[in-house]
């Protein structure tokens, strides 16, 4: 059998113009609604509208990730649909040409639309969130607190009253709250030196910060040593969670660095592994959604019942989009293994599409 023959190429064709129009459709609901929800945002802050659309724009990318097997899943069943309407699908069985015959080829189209987002579009994605995020952060974000994790070591960053506080250290144990040799630099508003701090450790009591075993260097002042000093702090272990960077900022080549200097700094890597597993069984969970998409759409007309069969299948589709959500958060939480919970919904959603489409050839 020539998977790409004449007939093959067609259907790989149809599927491929029903997938851009579909993702043209929505990639312009996604602008319309998320320029609604910044201008929302943005309120009576002084942001000019070029500033609006270029964020608008360098999120859409993460968005249409984001909605990329439903885009697949729509797109097929569409395909699927007008090809039963206008019987081809009728004239193909005639001629004993099996239904897998088109279900294949839209499947590799689908898993090569994955690929090209794993490898190519998903880096250009995650620089865009990246600028769109350091963007909101200047324009949008109320709170100077931040982290970055380096192969220098654990950054931080909070206020500490009108001034603003940055620490570096090497790593950061999460039982005790203790930053290893911690460094802590004081800036002031106009971003003048104002204190440092180097020490062996510094431990997050309540709201003190208590640091032993080193020393204070003040400006115009030369440096003291102590053998403990505290300083007051917002810092606690869930403040220091949620700093972490998000992850759609990392492409799917960076995240494993990412995750070991997570690993090295101390820090919790769950759900960094859970988004990288989840990116690559996306890749292969589109070629399952057309399966899925075939198994809801090629019921002979003759049967009735064609447009609630049809609104079933967008019903499946969702729940199994929000099956995946769920089966994330399991295995962001460690109550599932990574790898388990990111094939889960692939998986199922092979083993519904092909029991469906075997019932409807076979059966």
Sequence with gaps: MRIFGLLSRYASRSFLASFGGT???LFCIIILFDFA????RAGNKDISLVIKLKM???RSPHFLEQILPFLVFAAALFIFWRMNRTNELLICRSVG????RLILPISLTALMIGFIDLTAFNPLSSIMQNQYEKLEKHYLSKTKDDMKVTSTGLWLSEKMGPNQAIYRADKIDFKSLTLLNPNIVIISPENNFIERLDAKTAQIQGNQLVLKEGWETHVGKSTIAFSEKTINTTLTKDKIERMKVSRATFSF???PSYISLLETSGLQSLKYQMYWHSMLAVTFWLGAMVLLAAAFSCR????GKTVLILLIGLIVGFALYFFRDITFALGASGRLPPVIAAWLPPLLTLMVGAVLVFNQEDG
């Design 37 to 40: 929800e910044l201008q929302r």
């Design 23 to 25: 993702l043209s459709c």
């Design 97 to 100: 040409v099996s239904l897998w």
């Design 56 to 58: 608008v724009l360098l």
């Design 300 to 303: 002979p007309h003759r049967q």
């Design 253 to 255: 080549w960076d995240l």
